[in-house]
């Protein structure tokens, strides 16, 4: 990302520069607790977990997530 767009986003409230960092520190914790469910890596703004509906009667997966300006 530009230093113009972080700084615009800066100014709006948004840290990106502060959010990459706090990732950076808690990338490894996060990929040790990795499953094989899990479809992707933490990024995005959205998890993707394969749920095996045989396992389960009447499953509930819930996933939540703010973006950007929220």
Same mark, same amino acid.
């Given at each position: 990302?530009? #230093?113009? #767009?972080?700084? &615009? /986003? #800066?100014? +709006?409230?948004?840290?990106?520069? &502060? +959010?990459?960092?706090?990732?950076?520190?808690?990338? =490894?914790? $996060? @990929? @040790?607790? *990795? *499953? %094989?469910?899990?479809? +992707? %890596?933490?990024?995005?703004?959205?998890? &993707?977990?394969? $749920?095996?509906?045989? #396992? /389960? *009667?009447? %499953?509930?997966?819930?996933? =939540?997530?703010?973006?950007?300006?929220?």
């Amino acid at each position: 990302m530009t #230093k113009v #767009k972080s700084d &615009l /986003y #800066k100014n +709006a409230g948004v840290d990106i520069d &502060l +959010a990459v960092s706090l990732l950076g520190q808690v990338k =490894s914790k $996060l @990929a @040790a607790a *990795r *499953r %094989p469910e899990m479809l +992707a %890596p933490i990024g995005g703004f959205g998890g &993707l977990f394969q $749920l095996d509906l045989s #396992k /389960y *009667r009447e %499953p509930v997966l819930v996933s =939540s997530i703010d973006g950007v300006g929220t």
